[in-house]
């Protein structure tokens, strides 16, 4: 079997040691390859992969969105989302799906499913496109409200409009969050503060934090964010948001072959490397 990840730049891409370990639990032959595309020649490039086939691919920064007018479908939640992470090959036709915010909210949901319930309230820092596919998800599952906050509130205003359901959205200013933040029972940091090399950088201030409340960080690397120590020290739960990865590259594995991968094993050999 052959798969591809689509993206640029692609340097220190993670994927491939994932989907061979995925490859080898499912006993598959098969390669996973990097595939770093120029802006210039994304088009040409995508062309030439449609005319050459492959059993599926991923694609990453910048084309989740560019890729869209290349597939022949796309299913509902990725429509909605507005961009793909994931195709899958069927008869020589392309189908797109997004697995990001699905795999984040499932390891969420394995440390903390006391999370889900009717009453749990979920503050959303940022509103990009991680943010996207994290908020979507979680408009998915039980919970009471998601809030999402931004510098610009007309972007989260703008990302919840997009939302159907009835749970409480709203879209509010960090000064806002800072002030009310022991409301909510878990912080989802989705922006790339505190990534590195800005390793101190911290997207919120956590004075306001209850011990009740779980925060966690898509950022990982550094594996421990400053927010994610800050939190640690004030008593609070944490969860490191590495996992989302693995997550999102074993749900893409399953639309292409069907196997269910046992990610918990992965995950540990994952962090070996990141730690
Ligand atoms: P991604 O795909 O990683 O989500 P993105 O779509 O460019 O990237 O979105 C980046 C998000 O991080 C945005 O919500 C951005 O906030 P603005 O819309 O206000 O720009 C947020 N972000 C980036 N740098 C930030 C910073 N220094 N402080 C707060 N938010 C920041």
């Known amino acids: 079997m ?26 598959l032959e098969g390669h996973y390859e990097l595939k770093e595309i ?13 005319e050459m086939g492959c059993d599926g691919f991923n694609i990453t920064i910048p084309y989740k ?6 597939l022949d479908r796309v299913d509902s939640e990725a429509e909605a989302i507005g961009a793909v992470n994931t195709v899958v090959v069927e008869d020589d036709k392309w189908i797109g799906y997004n697995t990001d915010g699905r795999g984040y909210v499932t390891s969420l949901k394995y440390h903390f499913p006391a999370l889900f319930t009717t009453k749990s309230r979920f503050l959303v820092l940022g509103a990009g496109g991680a943010s996207r596919g994290i908020v979507h998800a979680l408009n998915n599952e039980i919970c009471d409200a998601i809030t999402v906050c931004n510098r610009t509130v007309e972007k ?22 800072e002030k009310t933040l022991d409301m909510y029972d878990c912080i989802i940091n989705t922006t790339s503060v505190g990534m590195e090399p800005h390793t101190r950088n911290q997207a919120i201030s956590l004075k306001h934090l209850s011990k009740d409340t779980v925060v966690s960080d898509i950022v990982y690397k550094p594996f ?24 999102q590259a074993a749900l893409a594995f399953k639309l292409w072959t069907g196997f269910t991968v046992d990610v918990r094993p992965v995950i540990q050999a994952f962090e070996e490397k990141l730690i």
Do not use: C, N, W
């Open 38 to 50: 120029s802006p210039k020649t994304f088009s040409e490039e995508v062309t030439r992969l449609k």
């Open 156 to 177: 989260a205003d703008a990302l919840l409009e997009s939302l159907s359901g009835s749970k409480q959205l709203a879209g509010i200013s960090y000064e806002e969050a």
């Open 65 to 70: 969105v560019d890729i869209l007018p290349f």
């Open 2 to 27: 052959q798969f591809y990840l689509l993206g640029y730049p692609l340097g220190h891409s993670m994927s491939p040691f994932l989907h061979q370990a995925f490859l080898s639990q499912a006993k």
């Open 224 to 247: 421990h964010t400053t927010l994610l120590q800050d939190a640690k020290k004030r008593g609070a739960q944490i969860h490191h948001g590495h996992e989302m990865l693995v997550y």
